[in-house]
């Protein structure tokens, strides 16, 4: 057996990289021809893999990565990425040999921390590349940019003295909205505040090369956030907006990821069996069960149990009582030409992902992430299919 045959021999996660390129292409040529494209590949690529998504885009021309977590930039640096990679999560002055090592911007929000990245820099007579991060109201991360004259004359000085510090190059500013798909007055606000601080700090000698705030709503949805560049997640993985996938979409995005599960067993089940724990579903006829090697340790939230459908040749086959850890039962009675053990159902696909969603109670963001560690990836790459 191949070990593209083993991958997908249970469940697995069919990447297509094409789409990926597909949808970049897209994207590039909707952000401002002068800004970068910065492409964010944190949590394993939103789950389709960072390594072979991060080489694709760096192949595609990507200008920047974006990761959340230190290791994860190390990864990448070890495979074969070289073009910068931003560090979006909490600067951890533990890790500063590391950022330098592997050439990783780290992104910084306040003094104490730049502080301590500054004295291990000026204690090996290194830089570290950091960029500056201002809180506009998403009230996360970044220099809390404040209301009132006092206080941004206040923390624009922080600021200054934190992209003084001896050891660091700061060449990037940036924000993130809180609220791009849902108000428009908020984001035209952070927006306005983020432009406040840079003249505040221009006029006070210091220049960015590099000023960002749009991640993927932002980016299509105000043209005026595109600044020096745009940081894209979820559209480049091909979902317009994460509550309802394309559906109202003209973009033609095309989803990159399809979790597929094979048929275990097939079973005929008497009316009045009741399926799986808890037996929180009765047979109300004679029926066709399948048993599918996916569970909640794969990625197939519980919460879906008795609430979702999975997809057999484009037919819709309904989760039956509750999803286990490792298995699911669906109900195949109604399926034109019948099913057998070894056929493959459609767990998420682009059609599938916003109704999974929605059942679940989140967002398209958390349900690309949820295929687990244990669920291979299997890539579809020029046409070509790979481990
Ligand atoms: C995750 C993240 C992004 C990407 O967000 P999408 O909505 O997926 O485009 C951009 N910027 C920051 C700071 C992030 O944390």
Same mark, same amino acid.
């Given at each position: 057996m191949t070990d593209l045959e083993l991958s997908m021999s249970r469940t697995w996660a069919e990447i297509n990289l094409d789409e990926l390129a597909h949808n970049f292409r897209i994207l590039r040529s909707i952000l401002n021809p002068s800004a970068k494209f910065l492409a964010v590949v944190k949590a394993n690529a939103y789950g389709h893999g960072s390594i072979h998504c991060a080489r694709k885009l760096q192949d595609l021309g990507a200008d920047w990565l974006a990761v959340a977590a230190i290791p994860e930039g190390i990864e990448l640096r070890k495979n074969g990425i070289h073009i910068p990679i931003l560090c979006l999560g909490q600067a951890d002055p533990n890790l500063a040999p590391l950022m330098f090592e592997y050439n990783i911007t780290q992104a910084v929000g306040d003094f104490q921390n730049a502080k301590a990245l500054s004295d291990y820099a000026q204690s090996s007579d290194r830089t570290i590349n950091i960029h500056i991060k201002i809180?506009?109201?998403?009230?996360?991360?970044?220099f809390y940019w404040p209301e009132n004259h006092e206080g941004k004359d206040r923390t624009a000085r922080e600021i200054l003295d934190t992209c003084n510090?001896?050891?660091?190059?700061?060449e990037g500013l940036f924000t993130h909205f809180a609220a791009a798909d849902e108000s428009p007055e908020f984001t035209r606000l952070q927006l306005r505040r983020l432009i406040e601080a840079k003249d505040y700090l221009s006029r006070s000698g210091h220049e960015f090369g590099i000023t960002h705030a749009a991640a993927s709503i932002g980016v299509l949805d105000y043209p005026?956030?595109?600044?020096d560049m745009g940081r894209f997640g979820l559209v480049l993985y091909g979902?317009? #907006? @994460?509550?309802?996938?394309?559906?109202? #979409? @003209?973009?033609g995005l095309h989803p990159v990821m399809t979790l597929k599960s094979r048929i275990t067993a097939v079973r005929h089940l008497p009316a009045g069996a009741t399926i799986s724990y808890g037996r929180t579903y009765t047979l109300k006829r004679d029926s066709v069960i399948a048993v599918l090697p996916i569970g909640y340790a794969d990625g197939?939230?519980?919460?879906?149990s008795n609430n979702y459908g999975v997809k057999i040749r484009d037919a819709a086959c309904p989760v039956l009582g509750r999803v286990c850890m490792d298995m699911t039962m669906i109900d195949?009675?109604?399926?034109?030409g019948g099913v057998k053990a070894g056929d493959v159902a459609t767990v998420f696909d682009g059609e599938l992902m916003p109704i999974a969603a929605k059942n679940a109670g989140t967002i398209i963001h958390e349900m690309v992430c949820?295929?687990?560690?244990r669920v291979p990836r299997v890539y579809i790459n020029n046409g070509t299919m790979t481990v």
């Open positions: 809180d506009t109201g998403m009230s996360r991360t970044g510090l001896p050891g660091l190059k700061a005026a956030a595109h600044l979902y317009a #907006s @994460t509550e309802t996938g394309n559906e109202d #979409s @003209t973009l197939l939230h519980r919460v879906l195949v009675t109604d399926i034109p949820a295929p687990s560690g």
